[in-house]
């Protein structure tokens, strides 16, 4: 049972949250606003299920009550923090925020692997359907704090970086709770063998994705496969292609959420991966045209993050392809940005022809419906419409 100390922490730490977020909506214009509401519904979403996983972990002994209430007063506690430097006051940037993003994400993949290998089938899916959440709610307060963009550049990618570092410390201090009675690293959980029908349908599966990656890949004259040069041409995936790469990821994620079958889907490593890259694809290309060169680049960053140390000589010239096109993004996403910002600023001081120039040259390398509309919105102000 939560006792009365706690209940007046977590009381205070929610009213304290409540006051911030006002604030924040209140800095922001009503398209910022509406996207920072789905930021915050998102989060909310995140703690919910991030809340069922610790109870879980309490109800089993796992977990001490009072890591469990320092737990949940200690999110609130961050989103709180995280509200105030990204939309109430903009903390002063330093670095590279985006190098600092990458660098936290790659710590938060260890702890989180470490604390899902210490945890019992049942939790693994718990904690699995928190993280997805997180990963949503992560994403979503990124575009919310893009919307700053004009008075802190980068300050999407910064954003998220807090967020990252926020969750691997939350993880680090669940792993060191003073009970902690996870099930011992290296200790395998008993499972019963995968039943005849589970090897077939993994066989088929894979049997499905070599075929589809096979054909794709010997269509050398696909767009695809084309020497890479600017970002504004990243080849598509066809309607077609993308459907068939989702129904083969979503049966293979399914079959992933058996702790039993994991041995059995180890033969099929090159292949999934490979039609992973291909399914974060066309999120990848919407991403872009949209002109959210931030996310756009995690994503793909995300996707290529599962190259198999030694990948099937059959695919590799997708891997390939996918690389040359992530250097294209990284040389000109800078550009882009720079264009954009100099054109705010223009804007912002009245100089429409200078930010006009801005953003033609941002459109030039990121065919973004968003910079058609501004361009157009200055043309109209300058001849007074």
Do not use: C
């Amino acid at each position: 049972m939560q006792n009365v100390h706690s209940e007046d922490s977590y009381a205070r730490a929610d009213a304290e949250l409540t006051v911030t977020y006002k604030q924040a909506l209140a800095a922001l214009n009503p398209g910022p606003q509406e996207l920072l509401r789905k930021a915050e519904r998102a989060w909310i979403t995140f703690s919910d299920k991030d809340e069922a996983l610790l109870k879980a972990l309490r109800s089993k002994g796992i977990l001490a009550q009072d890591a469990l209430e320092t737990a949940k007063v200690s999110e609130v506690r961050a989103r709180n923090r995280h509200l105030q430097n990204f939309f109430v006051r903009i903390a002063r940037l330093t670095g590279n925020p985006q190098a600092e993003w990458q660098i936290q994400d790659q710590q938060l993949e260890k702890v989180y692997a470490e604390y899902r290998n210490r945890l019992g089938k049942g939790d693994q899916i718990l904690l699995r359907d928190a993280e997805r959440a997180w990963i949503v709610y992560r994403d979503l307060d990124g575009v919310a704090a893009n919307a700053m963009a004009d008075l802190a550049p980068g300050i999407a990618a910064a954003a998220k970086a807090d967020l990252t570092a926020i969750r691997v410390a939350q993880l680090r201090a669940l792993l060191m709770s003073p009970v902690a009675q996870f099930v011992p690293r290296n200790t395998p959980v008993a499972t019963n063998a995968p039943s005849p029908e589970d090897q077939k349908a993994v066989g088929k599966l894979k049997e499905e994705a070599q075929v589809l990656l096979k054909t794709f890949v010997e269509k050398k004259d696909s767009p695809f496969f084309a020497k890479a040069d600017a970002i504004k041409n990243v080849p598509e995936l066809s309607s077609s292609l993308a459907e068939q790469v989702a129904a083969i990821d979503t049966r293979f994620t399914e079959l992933g959420r058996r702790g039993d079958l994991s041995k059995l889907l180890e033969p099929a490593s090159n292949e999934m991966a490979a039609i992973g890259l291909l399914g974060a694809w066309p999120q990848f290309t919407r991403q872009l045209k949209a002109g959210s060169i931030d996310e756009a680049g995690a994503g793909i960053e995300r996707a290529l993050r599962r190259t198999p140390k030694a990948p099937n000589s059959d695919y590799l010239p997708l891997w390939t392809s996918a690389e040359s096109w992530r250097g294209v993004l990284t040389k000109n996403a800078a550009e882009y940005q720079a264009h954009v910002n100099k054109a705010r600023s223009l804007a912002a001081l009245g100089k429409n022809s200078d930010a006009i120039r801005e953003y033609e040259a941002a459109f030039a390398i990121v065919e973004a419906a968003s910079i058609t509309a501004e361009i157009k919105k200055l043309r109209e102000q300058s001849l007074g419409l």
